[in-house]
Nanobody, 120 residues
């Protein structure tokens, strides 16, 4: 059993900041990557940022310079620091965990999503 839980979403004014957290627990042998995705109404789910086991990160062009992804490798916790938030950042943000279990080489698990609303 693997559980992925996001927290930290909410309502924020344009230009403000939020920090999202994601905690993964359960039958995880090792983490392959952890990432943040978001989905706005009427749009496809898109990758926001991802961090791999070795520490390499990738960001969507729309958030470069504003968002920072980080991970606590010991506790399998991931963070997304969001600064200079814009109206177009409004979306449901999902945590994704790709991992190895004891029996299979690749598994994927998703959190339930947390709403981020940027509004004045």
């Amino acid at each position: 059993q693997v559980q992925v839980v996001e927290s930290g979403g909410g309502l924020v004014q344009p230009g403000g900041s939020l920090r999202l957290s994601c905690a993964a627990s359960g039958s995880i042998f090792s983490i392959i990557s952890m990432g943040w995705y978001r989905q706005a109404p009427g749009k496809q789910r898109e990758l926001v940022a991802v961090i791999y086991a070795g520490g390499t990160t990738n960001y969507a062009d729309s958030v470069k310079g504003r968002f920072t992804i980080s991970r606590d490798n010991v506790e399998n916790t991931m963070y997304l620091e969001m600064n200079s938030l814009k109206l177009e950042d409004t979306a449901v943000y999902y945590c994704n965990v790709d991992f190895k279990s004891e029996t299979t080489a690749w598994n994927r698990s998703w959190g339930q999503g947390t709403q981020v609303t940027v509004s004045s």
